[in-house]
């Protein structure tokens, strides 16, 4: 390829004088410049390059870098003329030394320059050029616009495509939906202008929203960054384009999921925010420590009042607002929300006539409710005539729901809270295997109308330093936001007796038990712990506990009741000696089995369920659990075991 001085000359000729200016005359052209770029700024248009220049405090050799390099972005005979000007028809793009001849009056001046293009320059901390070719000498090396600096530049206001991918930008609007301005403190305001500090967001009522509503009063963007999403990999580099985009942007920022993040990227989003020149909101529960000032917020929950004057704002005197404040510690977008889930589930029921229900309500209430990332989901399925156990036990599972009915009276209006540091409901069901705990925790939250979670202790208990603590944190800190019921089975083996500390894994199990404590006393939710031997359970977690249940091993009477309504009225039973079945020294849970491998056994058969079956079942549960039996145990049916 050749470019002949002919083609530069054409080049250079289209549209212009290929006259050379005089120095009186450019400086008429540049009078004139600034005459429409005043005239412009004070119609208020924005012209990029201006901004640019002002938002980066750039210098005119480097604002005419940019616009070198510019060029070649948005005009392809540009390529041409810096191959031509550099004798080298595959340098398409300027160079540094390129850029050196042009507007450098000395070699002097051209030494000096070359800091503009270090690694550590404005230039490149910035992001606006990229310097690809590390092989070549450095004055060779080409300069590149980078591209989202090309569409800023040219109008767009789209995020940066890396950014994109964990952050989201949040325009100012007329309002913002259910949040109160003028609740706000004025000295927030007055701070978000004159300081541009960050803003250390304590507590978990809408601390989003309180920076949205903040942004949209100065009539400010937000950009929303999940911290969860930063990758460790290039994360000061993904750090660096976000704050370039609060300048583009002219935006606040917001640090979403801050504490879940890792420890890394945690201590560099702090280092970022020191250096951000706009207002940056961090939630989070930890005290920081940053060079920038600071100022911390405290957002506490919407109390159990503040709580129902949002329901009646939407429904009015609707029957049954009392256990929806109770239960679902909502702020008020979330009952905005689960309001209009229960609105379209009427509507979908009867679209011609829709009624809403408190069915549906509690439905669009569960709907807000976030997954427990290391728990099961239960689907509650059984109700109060299901178990089975002695009356006072019974009482006491009643009690726990008058217990959540009444929170918000006894704590608040009452003034209980200043002699708990928890609001929560802890509770602790010890026993034997079998004897209704699990079905216990489902009544309970079946009864509510509330999700149940069981915790997998396989995946929370971690032979890594601190990570089971993570986990912990997390669980709670979900179950807080999914207002469900936190079940931790065999918890003896999580929640055991603190140890004499005699080497290194007694101390970090100690901390580990010290840690839970703490969440236990924080959680404003329903944590239910069932273990098989209570004299497990460490006595300061006894403590703790709003409601010890201690389910029996059934007697004969009780276990009398079980064989009665074990089997499902569609099961088709033939005659059962229920009487004898009493006498079998077994656990509900163990009944429970026989009867459903009985049902197999008959559905096999082609039959009705009988003793056959039963007897049959109940010697493999008996193999299954190692527990011996003679011919007196089964007496006259010992026969059909054979």
């Not at 370039?244 to 993040?261: G, I, P």
């Not at 602790?428 to 509330?450: C, P, R, V, W, Y």
């Amino acid at each position: 390829m050749y470019i002949s001085e002919s083609e530069v000359d054409q080049l250079l000729s289209q549209k212009q004088e290929t006259q050379k200016p005089s120095t009186n005359e450019v400086g008429l052209l540049s009078a004139e410049i600034d005459r429409k770029k005043k005239s412009a700024l004070q119609k208020g248009v924005e012209l990029r390059l201006e901004s640019l220049r002002n938002l980066l405090n750039l210098t005119e050799l480097e604002m005419d870098t940019v616009l070198v390099a510019l060029a070649s972005e948005i005009d392809p005979k540009y390529s041409k003329l810096f191959a031509y000007l550099q004798e080298d028809v595959t340098k398409k793009k300027p160079t540094i030394g390129l850029v050196l001849t042009l507007f450098c009056t000395s070699r002097e001046n051209a030494i000096k320059a070359q800091g503009l293009f270090t690694r550590n320059s404005r230039l490149q901390q910035n992001s606006i050029l990229t310097i690809n070719d590390t092989e070549a000498a450095f004055i060779e090396k080409p300069l590149k616009l980078d591209e989202r600096v090309v569409s800023f530049l040219l109008g767009s206001d789209e995020l940066d495509a890396t950014v994109a991918t964990f952050a989201s930008v949040i325009q100012p609007t007329n309002r913002v939906k259910h949040v109160d301005a003028s609740e706000t403190d004025a000295g927030v305001f007055k701070a978000f202008t004159e300081l541009k500090p960050v803003f250390l967001l304590h507590g978990s009522n809408e601390p989003q929203e309180f920076a949205k509503t903040i942004c949209n009063t100065k009539k400010t963007a937000l950009i929303v960054a999940n911290a969860e999403k930063l990758k460790t990999d290039n994360l000061q580099y993904h750090l660096r384009l976000l704050l370039r985009e609060t300048l583009f942007q002219r935006a606040a920022l917001y640090f979403d999921k801050f504490d879940s993040a890792s420890e890394e990227t945690r201590k560099t989003i702090v280092e970022t925010a020191e250096h951000c020149s706009e207002v940056v909101f961090i939630p989070t529960k930890a005290g920081l420590s940053l060079k920038k000032k600071t100022i911390s917020v405290t957002l506490p929950n919407l109390r159990s009042a503040d709580r129902e004057k949002v329901w009646k704002i939407f429904l009015g005197d609707f029957p049954g607002i009392d256990g929806l404040v109770a239960k679902f510690r909502f702020n008020a977008n979330e009952i905005a929300s689960a309001v209009e889930t229960a609105q379209n589930l009427a509507l979908l029921k009867n679209p011609s006539h829709p009624k809403l229900t408190l069915d549906d309500l509690y439905a669009g209430c569960r709907s807000q409710s976030s997954p427990i990332q290391l728990a099961v989901k239960i689907n509650p399925r059984y109700s109060w005539q299901d178990i089975v156990i002695p009356l006072d036990k019974k009482q006491q599972l009643l009690e726990i729901r008058s217990y959540v009915k009444h929170l918000g009276k006894v704590y608040e209006s009452w003034g209980f809270d200043k002699h708990y540091r928890s609001k929560g409901l802890n509770i602790l069901f010890s026993g034997q295997s079998g004897t209704g705990k699990t079905m216990a925790a489902e009544i309970i939250a079946h009864d509510l109308n509330l999700d149940m979670y069981k915790i997998d202790l396989s995946l929370v208990v971690s032979k890594y330093i601190g990570e089971t603590e993570k986990n912990l944190n997390r669980i709670f800190e979900e179950a807080e936001k999914s207002n469900a019921v936190l079940f931790f089975d065999e918890a003896d083996a999580l929640f055991g007796k603190r140890s004499e500390v005699k080497d290194s894994h007694d101390r970090y199990a100690n901390i580990e038990i010290g840690y839970l404590l703490q969440k236990m006393e924080e959680q404003e939710g329903i944590v239910i712990l069932a273990t098989n031997l209570s004299k497990n359970i460490d006595d300061a977690f006894t403590r703790r506990m709003n409601f010890i249940v201690e389910f029996p091993f059934p007697n004969e009477e009780s276990r009398l009741a079980m064989w009665h309504q074990i089997f499902p009225d569609k099961t088709p039973i033939d005659t059962i000696d229920y009487q004898f079945l009493a006498k079998l020294q077994i656990s509900g849970g163990n009944i429970r089995n026989i009867a459903a491998a009985a049902a197999f056994l008959a559905a096999e058969d082609s039959a009705r369920v009988d003793m056959k079956h039963i007897v049959r079942a109940a010697k493999r549960e008996f193999q299954k659990i190692s527990k011996d039996y003679s011919k007196e145990d089964f007496g006259k049916y010992y026969e059909l075991l054979e």
